[in-house]
């Protein structure tokens, strides 16, 4: 048999109050919008624990050492393994109290807690490396603001139902070998409410709550990471008749940059510059989220160096005062075509500045660390 109690991790002597907290806490976590399809039937058994736990006769029961899900835990016969003090106990367990115990489990609430919420909200990378307020459209029930929750017109509130006299519950004598027996349901007029609204609200036809479409504004943190999930209390779905709200969860995503990309907090973004640039160095402007920034390119930069910028890149999310780097690649740009006069001045730096190199190594990877030089793929463009 399942045990109700651990499912939803309380213990045995756990109140009402303590209860309703740990299924909402559960359903939440298991939620199959949130936690995903394959917990359905985790989900479920959650539900199947609370709706046992939280009824006292069904929670009376399932302590007596019988699961009131189990279809077979009505039978005549054996299943009575322990848990009760006398045969009384049975009897009134299966009677409702004719033989002189507790009646029913009372009127069940009209207000109930609300459901979860799930969200997507697509930011740029500049929010995602300082933080800002993004905000998300979400279709859910939201409080009646005719009727402020309780269901009914203006003017009037619930009235005791004349059938259960407000118990919330209906019995009813049946004979059986046993002799008479009384049995126990919800009371069908009020559902098990013990009250009745006579004149239910326009607006919301009794259930104290209606659709609504929210603009709900969600305060992104510096340097938060791609597909985070954050959580907003009581921003979820209104529960029935004013009930607390279930909780909002957003999924972030961040969109593609055209100029950055980022790697954990760092920041990388790819500079094309003139192989003139490269060979005496050069010193040019740059935007950055930060605004315009001067980054100086060394004198004999080669294809794929970087320059790193200090504290511009992304925020650390567990220390805003601290930022990553913002990393440039230098791409040397070689000319494919040459005046007379350049192809003649590019000929005489070769004879000054290569005269040694006559003898080319063929390698069938390059060494650790090597890397083509600059002049090296000057000269193969030129060819």
């Known amino acids: 048999m399942t045990d109700y109690y651990e499912v939803l991790g309380v213990d045995r002597s756990a109140s009402e109050d303590e209860i309703k907290k740990a299924y909402r806490k559960m359903s939440r976590k298991y939620h199959p919008d949130i936690a995903g399809p394959e917990f359905e039937d985790k989900f479920k058994e959650v539900n199947n624990a609370y709706e046992v736990l939280s009824d006292p006769k069904k929670r009376q029961m399932f302590d007596a050492g019988i699961d009131p899900n189990d279809p077979n835990a009505g039978a005549a016969g054996g299943g009575f393994n322990g848990g009760f003090a ?110 009745i609204i006579e004149k239910p609200c326009p607006s919301c036809m009794g259930h104290g709550r209606i659709r609504v479409t929210r603009n709900v504004g969600v305060a992104v943190p510096a340097g938060v990471a791609n597909n985070t999930r954050l959580r907003l209390a009581n921003q979820g779905e209104v529960g029935e008749n004013g009930g607390v709200a279930g909780d909002l969860y957003v999924d972030i995503r961040i969109k593609p940059d055209d100029t950055f990309t980022r790697d954990s907090d760092d920041l990388h973004c790819w500079i094309r510059i003139p192989m003139s640039w490269a060979v005496l160095g050069h010193e040019i402007e740059i935007n950055t989220f930060d605004g315009k920034q001067t980054l100086d390119v060394p004198a004999g930069s080669q294809p794929d160096d970087t320059v790193t910028l200090k504290d511009l890149g992304v925020t650390h999310l567990d220390n805003k005062n601290e930022r990553g780097d913002l990393v440039a690649h230098i791409m040397v740009e070689i000319p494919k075509k040459l005046s007379d006069d350049e192809r003649d001045l590019i000929e005489r730096f070769g004879e000054l500045h290569d005269a040694d190199a006559q003898h080319v ?12 030089g600059f002049f090296s793929k000057l000269k193969d463009a030129l060819r």
């Not at 190594?361 to 083509?372: E, F, L």
């Open 361 to 372: 190594s063929v390698n069938s990877r390059p060494a650790s660390g090597s890397k083509k």
């Open 86 to 195: 006398d045969m009384g106990d049975i009897f009134n367990m299966f009677t409702g109290g004719a033989f002189g115990g507790a009646t029913g489990g009372g009127p069940t609430p009209r207000t109930q807690p609300g459901r979860d919420a799930l969200a997507t909200a697509t930011i740029d990378l500049k929010t995602a490396v300082f933080g800002d307020t993004t905000h998300v459209k979400i279709n859910t029930f939201g409080l009646c603001q005719d009727c402020a929750g309780t269901g009914c017109q203006k003017g009037t509130q619930p009235t005791q139902c004349p059938d259960c006299h407000g118990q919330g519950y209906a019995q009813r004598v049946v004979r059986t070998m046993l002799g008479q027996m009384m049995t126990t349901a919800p009371c069908e007029r009020c559902e098990g409410h013990g009250t």
